[in-house]
């Protein structure tokens, strides 16, 4: 004798009366409803409610209300969606960071094929993404590094090993030598083993360029004070031979 209206919250009831509307004149069995009972229950609590048509021995058409305790399945979904939105959220800003990052990234395969490159390295470089994907990582370095390069990507891969830097030498689309710190971080998968890199560019370009000047300076001085200490030399023994010199010229005239 209790109306289900007094056992449901009063936000659901209208929803279980459509339910049982659609179930008295049903053109096709109505689907499940998922209903919160927690207000009522006082706890976290979901129940599916399945509904069938019955006709009593009055005639007097009803219906079967068949109700399920769905809670820890909603709970699981819920959590599971959040999950999903948290992750959606993260790859998003971790997107965003590594395509504003000023330096360039860029993502190989265990075959040191390139499959991601960021911003920063389609500006460094002056290709653009997809010109740079799909290409082998030692198409961009320098003639004079290449060997270098090449032997570090013949070395057996080691889960252990910790980033180690080393400057390279490369060539950008408009044949430009440019120089960088590189910072590789091999990657590694609990089941397929070595799986790619990770490397980080830093542009040192204009350091080289400067400290390459700075070197050149700095032999142009170590040469004049070279010369100029042949010089002063050249003066000093001119000079100490001068001296015996004149003294024997004088007591050549005596």
Request: glycine share 6%; proline share 3%.
């Amino acid at each position: 004798g209790v109306s289900l209206g007094d056992v449901f919250p009063a936000t659901e009831v209208a929803t279980l009366h459509k339910l049982v509307a659609r179930c008295v004149a049903p053109s096709k069995r109505p689907a499940p409803e998922v209903i919160d009972v927690s207000v009522s229950v006082g706890s976290q609590r979901f129940l599916e409610v399945m509904a069938s048509s019955l006709v009593d021995r009055t005639g007097q058409l009803g219906a079967t209300l068949i109700l399920q305790d769905v809670t820890a399945r909603i709970c699981a979904e819920q959590e599971r969606r959040e999950a999903e939105e948290a992750l959606r959220v993260s790859e998003r800003r971790y997107r965003e960071l590594v395509q504003t990052m000023s330096e360039a990234l860029v993502l190989t395969d265990n075959q040191h094929v390139i499959t991601y490159v960021n911003e920063s390295f389609c500006g460094m470089f002056g290709y653009s993404s997809e010109e740079a994907i799909g290409r082998h990582l030692l198409e961009f370095v320098h003639e004079e590094d290449k060997t270098v390069m090449s032997d570090r990507m013949s070395q057996a891969p080691d889960a252990g090993a910790g980033v180690k830097r080393y400057e390279t030498a490369w060539v950008t689309r408009d044949g430009r030598k440019i120089t960088t710190l590189t910072s590789p971080k091999r990657i590694f998968d609990p089941d397929a083993g070595y799986v790619g890199c990770l490397g980080i560019f830093t542009d040192i370009t204009e350091r080289k360029q400067v400290e390459e000047r700075e070197k050149k300076h700095m032999l142009e001085l170590a040469h004049v004070s070279r010369v100029t200490t042949m010089g002063e030399m050249s003066s000093q023994i001119a000079h100490e031979l001068a001296q015996p010199l004149t003294a024997i010229a004088g007591l050549s005239a005596g």
